[in-house]
């Protein structure tokens, strides 16, 4: 079969080779798959780099989220077992974590949904709960991970502020329902969400980026808020003046979506139901920017980890997916 491989850390472009490699093997307790869609994540350039918390050995087929087929022709969504990631015509995964494709959506759409909304759902709810009518900031709101967050928080009856950079995004944020966007490029984001929401700040921040975006978080969150920490795009990690969140009476919390899978399997398959039926009544829709072709996945993964991209690139490799 075909996969992407990685045989040495550096950028995407430049470390994955497309080879032709023997199917993977399932172990014990894992099924084989064949990939209809592959979606990218950040963490797929993570890997490429050797900065993910997360290191299989050298090589490995990047690709963390599928939506994929059974030998018996059931279509799931999947976290395929590393080093045999998703960026490949098969993969191997854990039979007890399968989770089933919504019929609602296509294989694309379904292969998207898994980690960006599970994150955006235990971010919103779980974390920082959430609640109708509250005001809600989105930082990269058309990115992949903030557009799942945009839908899940209009879902919630929440009213959301996203926060983009470039009049493109702006775009995407504005058909995905924010009520409020702001460009960090052209406006300040603090006195736009001050505005916005009467000078009281938003009850809950939703932050896969970190740097810059925390430090005006900080200063836009209301009394009581809540900041949720789910990632660090933008490269920098802060360090939060704690004094800071006494004095105004916030909430910093983080969320690794990743340890529910380990401490609270059964939260997963919650979460995903719930999803599911969301989908159905379409409250919500992964945003698919772009399927690309296989033969382009390298520059599709470059791509997402440069950061110019808007909503999911998904792979889908050729014959493959509805």
């Not at 494709?101 to 994150?119: K, M, S, V």
């Not at 005006?216 to 920490?229: D, H, L, T």
């Not at 401490?263 to 139901?273: F, L, M, T, Y």
């Amino acid at each position: 079969m075909q996969a992407w491989q990685v045989h040495r850390s550096g950028e995407p472009s430049e470390v994955m080779r497309l080879e032709e490699v023997d199917r993977p093997t399932p172990g014990e307790g894992q099924v084989l798959l064949r990939v209809r869609a592959a979606n990218i994540n950040f963490p797929d350039a993570l890997l490429c780099r050797g900065q993910y918390q997360i290191k299989p050995p050298l090589p490995f087929t990047p690709g963390v989220e599928i939506c994929g087929e059974t030998e018996d022709g059931r279509r799931v969504i999947a976290n395929p077992a590393l080093p045999h990631g998703g960026l490949a015509e098969y993969v191997i995964a854990d039979e007890a974590a399968l989770l089933p494709a919504p019929d609602a959506l296509d294989d694309a759409e379904a292969a998207a949904l898994h980690i960006g909304y599970q994150t955006g759902w235990f971010g919103l709810h779980r974390r920082a709960g959430l609640k109708e009518g509250e005001t809600l900031l989105v930082h990269a709101a058309a990115g992949g991970v903030g557009s799942a967050a945009v839908q899940l928080g209009k879902a919630a009856g929440a009213k959301v502020i996203g926060v983009v950079g470039g009049p493109q995004k702006a775009a995407v944020a504005r058909e995905l329902g924010c009520d409020v966007v702001v460009d960090r490029r052209t406006e300040d984001i603090v006195a736009a969400v001050k505005e916005a929401t009467g000078g009281r700040g938003a009850d809950v921040i939703y932050d896969p980026v970190g740097g810059d975006a925390y430090a005006k978080s900080a200063k836009c969150v209301a009394f009581e808020g809540r900041i949720v920490i789910v990632g660090f795009a933008s490269g920098d990690i802060p360090a939060p003046a704690l004094n800071h969140a006494l004095v105004k009476n916030y909430s910093i919390m983080g969320l690794h979506w990743g340890l529910y899978a380990r401490k609270d399997p059964a939260s997963i398959a919650h979460c995903h139901r719930t999803l599911t039926e969301y989908a159905a009544k379409g409250l919500i829709k992964p945003l698919v920017s772009e399927r690309v072709p296989f033969k382009d996945a390298a520059d599709a993964v470059q791509r997402v980890a440069d950061g110019t991209t808007t909503g999911r690139l998904v792979v889908v490799p050729e014959g493959a997916g509805r």
